[in-house]
């Protein structure tokens, strides 16, 4: 019982020290995917052409953290007529360099991780287009988009569909600050949650019981910690494979990170493990009913290699540099919830969450969470434009009050 305890223990622990960060993330999130159109994202990715391919990162950057939709999305993008390499470097931003998981980087594992995710992500991206390039061939190209007009199902469907942006004129602050654009911040906001929750929970839960059970003695064997240059080499590799069968991605992989990182991974290895969340089995299983078993195949073995690469580079860069930390004052958080700065910051972001939540719920959000997990064309039977008309009420106009859900469920090319 007492090893249970301390398990839940490190789990709260880390809860608290980063609920104010997710709050933060995810409203930054929600406010710019509610001034940004999907079909203006499928319009600049329309080649992989280095400019474009930095467009479809950042985009992806400002987009969702849940590793789900962000390849639900990525194959919507596809279908409409995105490049196949830009909407996977859209899919790759998306998890990899949005803000929360910086921010959760910097509270748990410190700033030098946070800079060498946002450094090892683009160059992940390089390496993949490199990778696409060379092997990618257009037989395999065309039978993928063959797959993926097929529309089967994956997971986060629903939510991928939806565009819950604020349409009509204005500028930017002009269309947020309107009725419409509250209610499309708070639905983004809430609907980005509910797609992180369980892996989120299930990484925190993993985190604290591996941190509480096994002893760093075992990790020290496993990532050949005793062996500096050995470590170096053996962590970028052993990272993403401990990613592929955790089953946990997006932010929900930063805590087991930590873990990993206490335990004696390299620091290359810790960056390529978070990379791996697009990796994960329940993932490939996704990328064969969207493209087919042969790319399923070889989006793992490019994006392997591209992760493991970016680890490499990483590792090299910030030792040259000086700025790898040390492990000596690394713990992982078993004190239980404390009364300090990180108190005050989430009483602040848990009220701006209730407000949210709450306009969430009075402007029909509930009706849209039901749809989160349908198909890719599930706006086909319940339209956004009924559920437009149902919250004309709350957002102060007739009909659509300003605000686009066009996105949804139209994905017919």
Request: aromatic share 12%; glycine share 12%.
């Amino acid at each position: 019982m007492g090893a249970i305890t301390h398990a839940l223990t490190i789990t709260g622990s880390m809860t608290w020290e980063i609920t104010w960060a997710l709050i933060l993330g995810f409203t930054l999130s929600a406010v710019i995917q509610a001034v940004v159109r999907k079909s203006t994202i499928v319009r600049l990715l329309g080649d992989d052409r280095p400019r474009t391919l930095a467009v479809a990162s950042l985009l992806g950057a400002a987009s969702s953290s849940c590793s789900y939709a962000a390849v639900a999305l990525a194959r919507s993008l596809f279908r409409k007529g995105a490049d196949f390499t830009a909407a996977m470097a859209f899919e790759i931003g998306s998890t990899n360099l949005v803000l929360e998981l910086g921010v959760i980087l910097w509270l748990l594992l410190g700033w030098q991780f946070t800079l060498a995710e946002f450094i090892g992500g683009p160059i992940m991206i390089v390496v993949l287009a490199l990778l696409f390039r060379r092997f990618l061939k257009p037989a395999l190209l065309r039978e993928a988009r063959e797959q993926a007009d097929r529309g089967i199902a994956g997971s986060m469907e629903g939510h991928a569909a939806m565009d819950m942006s604020v349409t009509g004129e204005g500028s930017f602050l002009k269309r947020l600050l309107s009725r419409a654009g509250f209610t499309s911040v708070s639905h983004v906001f809430v609907m980005e949650w509910a797609a992180i929750l369980r892996d989120l929970v299930i990484g925190l839960f993993i985190a604290g019981a591996i941190a509480a059970w096994v002893p760093d003695s075992f990790w020290r064997h496993f990532f050949l910690a005793g062996h500096p240059v050995w470590a170096g080499v053996w962590g970028p590799l052993i990272g993403p494979l401990v990613a592929v069968v955790s089953f946990v991605c997006s932010i929900g992989n930063v805590p087991l990170a930590l873990v990993l990182w206490k335990g004696g991974i390299s620091f290359g290895g810790v960056t390529a493990f978070i990379f791996a969340d697009l990796i994960i089995l329940p993932i490939l299983n996704i990328y064969k009913k969207y493209y087919g078993r042969r790319m399923a195949w070889h989006l793992l073995w490019t994006f392997f290699v591209a992760m493991a690469g970016a680890g490499y580079v990483v590792e090299l860069l910030f030792d040259a540099f000086g700025w790898i930390p040390g492990r000596g004052g690394m713990t992982v958080m078993d004190d239980g919830v404390k009364w300090n700065y990180t108190s005050w910051l989430n009483i602040v972001f848990l009220a701006l969450a209730a407000v949210l939540v709450a306009r969430f719920v009075r402007t029909g959000g509930m009706a849209m969470l039901r749809m989160m997990g349908g198909g890719p064309d599930a706006g086909a039977d319940v339209g956004a434009d009924d559920m437009a008309d149902d919250m004309a009420d709350d957002m102060g106009g007739p009909g659509h009050g300003g605000m686009g859900h066009g996105g949804m469920g139209h994905e017919h090319r």
